[in-house]
């Protein structure tokens, strides 16, 4: 049991490990971790100190940290490993958030292609597409955030916004070639209820409003499908500065 061991061999600690017997070598040469016991024969063997030493730069490898940085941090009289931890516990609940999103989204998937049979290649593209443009331009918490606000309205309530985003959408653009400068009280009106219609599915969170200007910012095609061109958006997000 390694428990009842208090010194390690390089190959016992590799074999224990999956970490290589070059990798150890490589860590003693640039001075990151040094076994720092000798046996009888003159063996170099690793400590229990040593172990929780390479715990830790293992842990700061998986954070992005380069070997440099690690050393750095190690030798830091103020560092906590506790921290080490907790940030690793930290990313270790965002990708199980990520993954039982996209095992929300694949049973959707199974559902649609239970319910027809089989997706054209255009479908099953855009299904992709989505999910992709999704998780760059949305956090995980960000999407539960979405996707809960959806749940409060009801499927009602929100057929009831989309029909009413045409209309809005049309009048904005009126205004627009009218000429009708953004910080008017008539487009001013019509900016108080596009972020009233916006904040039912953002709950009001200025991070999921600044992500989601972005991803229309730079995906103007998406916004193209419901009548929102670039000169548009820029002239709404201004009267919406002003709201």
């Not at 830091?76 to 930290?90: A, E, Y």
């Not at 993954?99 to 054209?120: G, I, N, P």
């Amino acid at each position: 049991m390694i428990a009842e061991k208090e010194q390690w061999k390089v190959g016992e600690l590799a074999k224990l490990t999956g970490i290589t017997v070059r990798a150890l070598h490589h860590y003693d040469q640039i001075s990151l971790l040094a076994p720092s016991l000798h046996s009888d024969v003159g063996h170099r063997l690793y400590s229990r100190k040593d172990i929780v030493r390479l715990q830790q730069i293992i842990s700061l490898k998986q954070l992005g940290f380069s070997l440099d940085e690690i050393g750095d941090l190690l030798d830091n009289p103020g560092f906590r490993p506790d921290k080490v931890i907790r940030f690793q516990l930290d990313r270790l609940d965002r990708q199980i958030r990520i993954q039982k999103d996209l095992q929300h989204r694949l049973e959707h998937l199974y559902e649609l292609v239970q319910a027809r049979c089989e997706l054209t290649g255009t479908e099953l593209i855009k299904i992709i597409e989505e999910m992709h443009m999704t998780e760059k331009y949305f956090t995980p918490e960000q999407i539960a955030t979405i996707k809960k606000q959806g749940e409060l309205l009801g499927e009602e309530k929100i057929k009831e916004v989309e029909n009413e985003w045409p209309s809005l959408i049309a009048k904005a653009r009126a205004e627009m070639e009218k000429g009708t400068a953004p910080k008017s009280p008539e487009v001013q009106v019509l900016a108080k209820r596009w972020k009233e219609l916006v904040n039912l599915f953002t709950g009001g969170d200025a991070g999921i409003m600044s992500s989601a200007e972005r991803y229309y910012a730079e995906n103007l095609d998406r916004a193209a499908e419901y009548g929102i061109d670039k000169q548009l958006w820029q002239y709404i997000s201004k009267a919406m500065e002003n709201n």
